[in-house]
């Protein structure tokens, strides 16, 4: 699929406000692309159990299809619907959430399994940031990746942002983000930590518990 390139002029862009929040959603909810704020770096994403939109965001990043894409959601309540929990998981979510930090869980919800091409693990965050929890409120659950080419850095200033990145539907500009970095991504083995990927959260940090 080839996607046709946006003049900034034909983007929706809207403040993270009520208003904008609800046309964002809509969008969403039609199959669109959206660029969002969160307490982290500006994100891209989508329905993540709408199979085409989920393409589109591998070919808007020029990422690699074998690497999954993560989910954002609004509660540990709600990522209980598509993942499974356990007393180390949910203690260190009631701690860190909202929060930069990821979860690799075991999932169980199949068909965002299927339309994310997953095998039995989803990886899951609820983010710190105000217009991002209440747009994930209208939807439930949000793909959030970085809105950036793979391999290339993440944005936090939203001018940067809108001009670079093209094939998206609604830009959500929620100002430029004061940030310490991407999110931590951390998987239970053996009822130990370990960092997938080391973001702004140590694992010092994350073993309080």
């Known amino acids: ?28 909810s039609d199959g669109g692309i959206v660029v969002f704020p969160t307490d982290t770096v500006y994100g891209i994403g989508c329905d993540p159990y709408n199979k085409k939109s989920v393409q589109k965001i591998y070919e808007i990043k020029s990422r690699s299809i074998v690497k999954s894409l993560p ?57 710190n940031h105000k217009c991002t929890l209440e747009l994930l409120e209208k939807c439930n659950f949000l793909v959030g990746t970085s809105a950036n080419i793979s391999g290339n850095s993440s944005y936090t200033n939203p001018k ?38 080391e973001g702004s959260l140590s694992k010092e940090e994350i073993s309080q518990i």
Not at 1 to 12: A, P, R, S, T, V
Not at 88 to 99: L, Q, R
Not at 161 to 178: A, N, R
């Open 1 to 28: 699929m080839i996607i046709k390139e946006k003049n900034l002029d034909d983007i929706l862009k809207v403040n993270c406000d009520k208003e904008g929040i609800e046309k964002a959603s809509r969008i969403i």
């Open 71 to 127: 989910v954002l959601t609004y509660s540990k309540e709600t990522a209980k619907k598509i993942a499974h929990f356990d007393k180390i998981t949910e203690k260190i979510a009631d701690k860190f959430w909202p929060g930069a930090l990821t979860m690799i869980l075991k999932i169980k919800d199949k068909k965002i399994k299927e339309s994310l091409n997953l095998e039995d693990k989803i990886a899951i965050r609820v983010p």
């Open 160 to 197: 940067d942002c809108l001009q670079d990145m093209k094939g998206y539907d609604v830009f959500v500009d929620g100002g430029i983000i004061s940030s310490g970095g991407e999110s931590t991504i951390i998987e239970i083995e053996n009822k130990e930590i370990k960092i997938i990927r």
